[in-house]
C-alpha cells in the first residue's frame, strides 16, 4: 500500500463545510436548468417540434434534452483539463455562468409557428451550448467538494454532491414549476410560462455565483500543484487516463456510470412525462407529488454515500443492483396501472422509484476520484461521469421511440430498467475496491480480480 501523499494542509471546518455546500449547489442548478426541459416538454414539443404523432414529438423533444447529455463528455474534456491546470473553483466559476446564461436565452427563442425549422435548430443548438457547460461543472463539483474533506467524510459527500445536488436541483425545478404555473394557468403557461421557466436559470446561476465568492479552492489540488506552475502542466490526454487504469476497470467503470445514469434518467428523469401521459396527473397534484419525490434523493444518498465508507464502494453498488434489477421494472408496471384519483398511491411508487434508483449513483463520485491521481482526476471524472450519463440519458429517447403508443411506454420502460440495471451490475462486478485511495501517491487501479473484501480506509480518524 503506498504512503499518505505529504504537504497537503488540513482544511478547516468553514472551508469544508463551503466546499460540500458550493459543490452541491453549484451542482444542482445547473442540473435545474437541464430539468427544467423534462418539465415542461409536453407544453414545448408541439412548440418547436410539432407532428402528427404525439410520441414522436415527444421523442423529438427528449432527443433535444439527450444532444445537450452528448455535449457533455466533450465538456468534461475540455473543462476538466482546465480545472486540472487552473483549480477546481476557477472552473465552477467559469461552467456554471455558462449554463445559466444558455438556459435564458432558450426563454427567448421563437417557436416554429413564427420561424419555421430555424426554430429547432436554434434550440437544439443552444442545448448543446449548454451541455457543453455542463459537462464542466462536473469536473469541478465532483472533484472539489470530495478533495476538501477528509477520508471518514468522502462517502458522505459524494452522496451530498451527485445525489443531493440532484435532488435539490430536481426539488428547486418542481417548486418553480408549481410557482410559475400558479402564475400562468393553462394556455398561458403555453404562451408564457414555458418561458419563464427558462429565465429562471440566469438567475441560479447568479446565486451560485454569489455562493462561490467564499470559496477557497481544494487543499488537494493546491498541494499537487504547489510547485508546478500553471504553464508547466501537462493537460491531461487520453494515453495519460488509459495508462493511468487497467483496460478492464476503465471499461467496467463505464458501464457502471451508464447503468447508474440511465436509471436515473428514466425514473427522475422519465417521472413528470409518466404522471402526465400515462397517469394522467393534472399539473397541481403532479408537481407536488415530484417534490416529494425529489426530496427524497438527499437522504438516501447520504446515507448510500456514507455506506459506502463504511463496507466499501464495490458492495454498495452490489447490493444496490441486485435490489434494483427486481425492484425497478416492477414498480413501473404496477405504477402504470394508476389514474388521477390515485394520488397517495402515486406518491409511495414515486417515493421508492425514486430511492432505488437514486441511490445507484450516491458513490460513484468518490469511486471515479479514487480511481485517478490528482493530476488527472476532474478530466477522467468528467469523461466518464458525463459520458455515463449521456448514454444513460438517451434511453428516455429510446423508450419513447420504441412504444408505438402512449400506452406501450410502461411495458417498455420496465425493459429497458431491467437491462440497464444487467449493465450496472456487470459494472460492479469487475471495478475495483477504491475506498482510501484518494490521498495515495497512486490511485487504485485494479487487477485481474477485484478484491472481494475492500481494504481499510486510510483515514478513519
Known sequence: MSAAVPGIPAPSPKQMITAGTASAVGFAFDLFDLFILLYVASTIGPLFFPSSSPTLTLAATFASFGVSLVMRPLGGAVF????????????????????GLAT?????LPTFETVGVLAPIVFVALRLVQGLFVGGVVASTHTLGTETVPQRWRGLVSGLVGGGGAGLGAVIASLVFLG???????????????????????????????L??????????????????????????????????????????????????????????????????????????????????SLAILPIALLTGHLSERYGRRPVFLTIGVVNL????????????????DTGTLLVYGLLLT???????????????????TRLRATATALIWNGGFAIGGLTTTFVSLASPTVADIPGRLAIFLGAVVALFLIGALFVPETRGALDREEPAHGSDRAPATPPAPADRA
Open 180 to 210: 410559475v404555473s400558479a402564475a400562468f394557468p393553462g394556455p398561458a403557461f403555453d404562451a408564457w410560462g414555458w418561458r419563464v421557466m427558462f429565465f429562471t436559470g440566469l438567475l441560479a446561476s447568479l446565486l451560485s455565483l454569489a
Open 80 to 99: 476538466g483539463r482546465y480545472a486540472d491546470r487552473h483549480g477546481r473553483r476557477r472552473c465552477m466559476v467559469v461552467t456554471v455562468g455558462g449554463v
Open 326 to 341: 427486481f425492484a425497478l421494472p416492477l414498480l413501473v408496471t404496477g405504477m402504470a396501472g394508476l389514474g388521477p384519483d
Open 212 to 293: 462561490f465568492r467564499v470559496l477557497e479552492e481544494s487543499p488537494v489540488w493546491v498541494a499537487a500543484a504547489k510547485d508546478v506552475p500553471a504553464e508547466a502542466r501537462e493537460p491531461a490526454r487520453a494515453r495519460d487516463l488509459l495508462s493511468a487504469t487497467t483496460t478492464r476497470t476503465l471499461v467496467a467503470s463505464i458501464a457502471l456510470v451508464i447503468g447508474a445514469g440511465a436509471q436515473y434518467y428514466l425514473t427522475s428523469g422519465y417521472l413528470p412525462t409518466f404522471l402526465a401521459q400515462i397517469n394522467e396527473l393534472a399539473t397541481g397534484p403532479r408537481g407536488v407529488l415530484l417534490v416529494w419525490t
Open 355 to 373: 430511492v432505488l434508483a437514486n441511490a445507484s449513483y450516491a458513490a460513484v463520485p468518490i469511486f471515479l476520484n479514487e480511481l485517478f491521481p
Open 104 to 108: 435564458a436565452v432558450m426563454g427567448a
